[in-house]
């Protein structure tokens, strides 16, 4: 069974830093595609980030371009989002998805969230 | 960006009856680039349709999607207790992805 888990979430300052962690289980964790997609009441659902299985090529939404990176260890099957520069609006929950097989939906998994608070 | 505009936002129904949920791009999606998925209170997104037609692992046969261009459509034929939740269409023409504001199917 595909699991995915979530933590580093938390309260942090306008202007902080943070790192999420998403550890994977129950499959070829090297061989997928992988994303950070966050959630608000108010914006909905939004990709932040994207990695391919490689680990090279990464992808970004222009609101967190030169705050947030990307990051895997496909040896350790954890996929990571760096965090600085924190502004209020990025308070959400967290969630890793795993792609399906090149980029697919079908077949895409979501872990539970983690919840970031930035507030002072 | 694609922008994706859901509606209605709320679609109040009875179960047993027919849901139809709509989803306008603002430019071009490939249809093999189009799903939609469920989300309940609690929990992520789930997917239901992907590439516009499809049905995905378990997703019952009421649940059916249609479209092309710029224009989608969720069809659930018959509400059952468990369908009551938020609808969200998803893009992968072009990065970002993006969801459309969702709809929410409520008992009415």
């Known amino acids: 069974e595909v699991q995915l888990v979530e933590s580093g979430g938390g309260l942090v300052q306008p202007g902080g830093s943070l790192r999420l962690s998403c550890s994977g289980s129950?499959?070829?964790?090297?061989?997928?595609?992988m994303f950070w997609v966050r959630q608000t009441p108010g914006k909905g659902l939004e990709y932040v980030a994207g990695?391919?299985?490689?680990?090279?090529?990464?992808y970004y939404v222009d609101s967190v371009k030169g705050r947030f990176i990307i990051s895997r260890d496909n040896f350790e099957n954890t996929l990571y989002l760096q965090m600085s520069g924190l502004r209020p609006e990025d308070t959400a929950l967290y969630y890793c998805?795993?792609?399906?097989?090149?980029?697919?939906?079908?077949?895409?998994?979501w872990g539970q969230g983690t919840l970031v608070t930035v507030s002072s | 960006e694609i922008v994706l505009t859901q509606s209605p936002a709320t679609l109040s129904l009875s179960p047993g009856e027919r849901a139809t949920l709509s989803c306008r791009a603002s430019?071009?999606?490939?249809?093999?680039?189009l799903a939609w998925y469920q989300q309940k209170p609690g929990q992520p997104p789930r997917l239901l349709i992907y590439?516009?037609?499809n049905r995905a692992t378990g997703i019952p046969a009421r649940f059916s999607g249609s479209g092309s261009g710029a224009d989608f459509t969720l069809t659930i034929s018959s509400l059952e207790p468990e369908d009551f939740a938020v609808y969200y269409c998803?893009?992968?023409?072009?990065?970002?992805?993006?969801f459309g504001q969702g709809t929410t199917v409520e008992i009415k």
């Open positions: 998805v795993k792609s399906g097989p090149d980029w697919a939906f079908n077949g895409d998994n």
């Open positions: 129950g499959f070829a964790f090297s061989n997928y595609h």
């Open positions: 990695i391919h299985d490689n680990g090279i090529n990464t």
């Open positions: 430019q071009f999606v490939n249809i093999n680039h």
């Open positions: 590439a516009t037609f």
């Open positions: 998803q893009q992968r023409t072009l990065w970002p992805r993006t």
